[in-house]
């Protein structure tokens, strides 16, 4: 598939194996089975409309399922590779980083070591003919290019491209390949001493960027970091150790998994480890879950990190994929982990899915997410971290540093300008009408950082190009968040001229949308690792 600016969120945290588990028939109840299949049968038989017995079947799993947890799921057949490219780390296609825009199919990025990067594409191309089919105003959707341009490796496809640089279509015969999808969203100094990284899941091949990532940072003279976990959901166990390991010095316990037929299974470090000394700041929101709890955990109760920002997530459940006999799968909660202090930071569920989905919500409407600190510990559970330091258990990571999130400058107005994707899009097409003049004016993602101003004309002109997106014009909307705004779109162009790092690095240096990175940087400076007693 190609990458197409759409996340998937990954909450569920698998066991180190990839193998795929499918018990034998000898092992089951017969007498359950004869249940369901009798059902079967006189429905098939007897009821008064015809039904679609695999949608039944599908439906029966899926609510025998939400019985058990809210992290066990079915994936049918036809989504199962779908759903599990993100967390391979790679896909097989083209390689190409798209918007659709007034039906048009815009190159926003190549992604680097690509196919399409190989040959010259390059962000701002429209393509206008995919095989010989015309592309250009032809109502594709996502799932439409997706389909014509992702592929086996080794097959072709042949696009036309129209350049404005060019006075005729080129035409490019890629060779689809395996395209990596990066899970280190960002990584650059943040100070000349502080590097920081952004991590968006733990995948199979996170641990080879992040090293790499790591190495870079530390030959550019970085002596402490900020690990950026805000909103990973998750993915891989043996990662999430793989990147503890990294921190902590030889024969630490990092994590252990028990659960009703899995016995106890316990975790070290080992001696070998790129960040064993300095300080390290991890960055945590109610969106880091799973994998991201696993490394903030471990770090918390080693005092080998402070934990800035509010309660994770709260998912401290170990899933194990099985397979169906008609290639679908079940991930199938197996056991539970805990953090070194014996913390499970899995959150209540015996309410339901539904309440458990809603729970983030909560939050806010119960002033956690806004208030002080003391909205954080209501939990009862106290564990010790190995300086005697005192932690919360029973419903995810509790941060040494609580930050609030501030909505001040949050709008109606604005949330109908990401949703719509209207910022997107203008910053999009601003920068390819002048990514020439923008690339002669800022040789640098900090030189633009410092020096490019989203004016007044450009906001209006934001604002004009809104209304014939269908958000309707507010004026007190626009003045709440004008500051949020210029920024958002200013991180968005940035990306368009660079990559995902120059976004971060814009966002980063305001305080508009997230406190946690300036906070990071504070008591990285001041003395609160020595006032916790925490490792340098």
Known sequence: MIHARTAVLVTAIFCASTAWSQP????QDPATIGKLESLLYHIDRMYVDDVDRKELVDAAIVRMLEELDPHSIYIPKDELEEVNEPLKGNFEGVGIQFNIVKDTIMVVDAIPGGPSERLGIRAGDRILSIDGENAAGAGFKNNDVMKRLRGKKGTKVT???NRRSEPAPLEFAITRDKIPIYSVEASYMATPHVGYIKVSRFSAT????FREKLDELKAMGMDDLILDLQGNGGGYLRTAIEMSDEFLGDRKL?????GRTSPREETFSTKEGRFEKGKLVVLVDEGSASASEIVSGAMQDWDRGMIVGRRSFGKGLVQRPVMLPDGSAVRLTVSRYYTPSGRCIQKPYEDGVEAYRQEKGQR??????TGGEEALHGDTMKYYTMNKRV????GGIMPDVFVPIDTTQSSAYFGQLVRKGVLNTFALTYVDDNRDDLKRRYSSVDQFRQMFQVGDVMLDALTAYAVQEGVV????GLARSRDLIALRLK???ARDLWDTSAYWQVINSDNMVDRSFQKALEVLSDNSFQRLGMSR
């Open 24 to 27: 034998p028939p000898s092992s």
């Open 159 to 161: 696009v036309m491209i």
């Open 206 to 209: 996170t641990m080879k960027e």
């Open 254 to 258: 990092i994590v252990y998994t028990q």
């Open 364 to 369: 806010l409407a119960n002033g956690e997410l």
């Open 391 to 394: 932690v919360f258990g029973g």
């Open 473 to 476: 014009e507010d004026a007190e």
């Open 491 to 493: 991180a968005l162009m």
